[in-house]
């Protein structure tokens, strides 16, 4: 398994500035979000005319492109550098740290954070994410309150192991590296994904779900659980009075 960007991403809806090289893994496109803000010329697409419609209760930083048509509704916080594209939605509490790069119609969620992530055309996460060094790719959607954890607990290099090659670790040499998730693909409520996720097109994991590692496109996840269920007596028969319960 190569790892290549367009075996996960529709380059053609690359926002912006995104840049990405088919020569080597798709995360190694997390290490350029960075420099490539960096190199915009950023007093020319600060004097550029703009319909964004921005609330007085929002903050925009220094360094922050707002597309087209986009709307920041108050209580947003921008620090930048970010480039946001065209008709997105940059809802009430999202707070957008560093390094955001945002294609067309992208929804940035309430209470929201982001940084160091790349979010193709029409990505949704409109609830209670948090989205760090990550790439999103075309329609993906993150349901509430999903998590791309970014950081190993003992803050070690983050490796992928191969599926193709026995489970063969590749070492990506980032220390922070939260998800890749390919185009189209659906993240159930409440999931949280391990550092280093690799997940393909079209595929759906449940709500609840706790994933690592890399599922192939075209899959389904699902979650089982053993729910019991047990009559409880009225409060009045109950061994223990309620004080202690």
Same mark, same amino acid.
């Given at each position: 398994?190569?790892?290549?960007?367009?075996?996960?991403?529709?380059?053609?809806?690359?926002?912006?500035?995104?840049?990405?090289?088919?020569?080597?893994?798709?995360?190694?496109?997390? !290490?350029?979000?960075?420099?490539?803000?960096?190199?915009?010329?950023?007093?020319?697409?600060?004097?550029?005319?703009?319909?964004?419609?921005?609330?007085?209760?929002?903050?925009?930083?220094?360094?922050?492109?707002?597309?087209?048509?986009?709307?920041?509704?108050?209580?947003?916080?921008? !620090?930048?550098?970010?480039?946001?594209?065209?008709?997105?939605?940059?809802?009430?509490?999202?707070?957008?740290?560093?390094?955001?790069?945002?294609?067309?119609?992208?929804?940035?969620?309430?209470?929201?954070?982001? !940084?160091?992530?790349?979010?193709?055309?029409?990505?949704?996460?409109?609830?209670?994410?948090?989205?760090?060094?990550?790439?999103?790719?075309?329609?993906?959607?993150?349901?509430?309150?999903?998590?791309?954890?970014?950081?190993?607990?003992?803050?070690?290099?983050?490796?992928?192991?191969?599926?193709?090659?026995?489970?063969?670790?590749?070492?990506?040499?980032?220390? !922070?590296?939260?998800?890749?998730?390919?185009?189209?693909?659906?993240?159930?409520?409440?999931?949280?994904?391990?550092?280093?996720?690799?997940?393909?097109?079209?595929?759906?994991?449940?709500?609840?779900?706790?994933?690592?590692?890399?599922?192939?496109?075209?899959?389904?996840?699902?979650?089982?659980?053993?729910?019991?269920?047990?009559?409880?007596?009225?409060?009045?028969?109950?061994?223990?009075?309620?004080?202690?319960?």
């Amino acid at each position: 398994m190569s790892f290549a960007p367009s075996q996960f991403l529709d380059l053609a809806r690359a926002p912006g500035p995104a840049a990405f090289d088919e020569d080597v893994p798709v995360w190694e496109a997390l !290490k350029t979000i960075g420099a490539l803000l960096e190199a915009l010329d950023w007093p020319s697409l600060r004097a550029a005319p703009s319909t964004a419609q921005v609330s007085p209760g929002a903050f925009i930083g220094e360094n922050v492109r707002l597309g087209e048509g986009t709307v920041v509704e108050p209580g947003a916080n921008i !620090k930048g550098p970010a480039w946001i594209g065209d008709h997105c939605e940059i809802r009430s509490g999202a707070y957008l740290r560093e390094n955001v790069i945002a294609g067309n119609g992208a929804v940035l969620g309430n209470s929201c954070e982001f !940084k160091n992530c790349i979010l193709f055309d029409e990505v949704e996460s409109p609830h209670f994410n948090y989205v760090g060094d990550s790439i999103l790719g075309y329609k993906a959607h993150l349901g509430a309150g999903v998590i791309l954890s970014n950081v190993r607990l003992d803050r070690e290099q983050i490796a992928v192991r191969d599926p193709l090659q026995g489970g063969k670790a590749i070492q990506t040499g980032l220390r !922070k590296f939260g998800a890749i998730i390919g185009e189209r693909t659906e993240i159930g409520c409440n999931s949280v994904l391990s550092p280093g996720s690799i997940i393909g097109r079209d595929c759906v994991l449940y709500p609840g779900t706790h994933w690592m590692g890399v599922l192939p496109s075209d899959h389904l996840v699902k979650l089982r659980q053993e729910q019991v269920l047990q009559e409880i007596s009225p409060r009045n028969q109950l061994d223990s009075p309620p004080e202690a319960l």
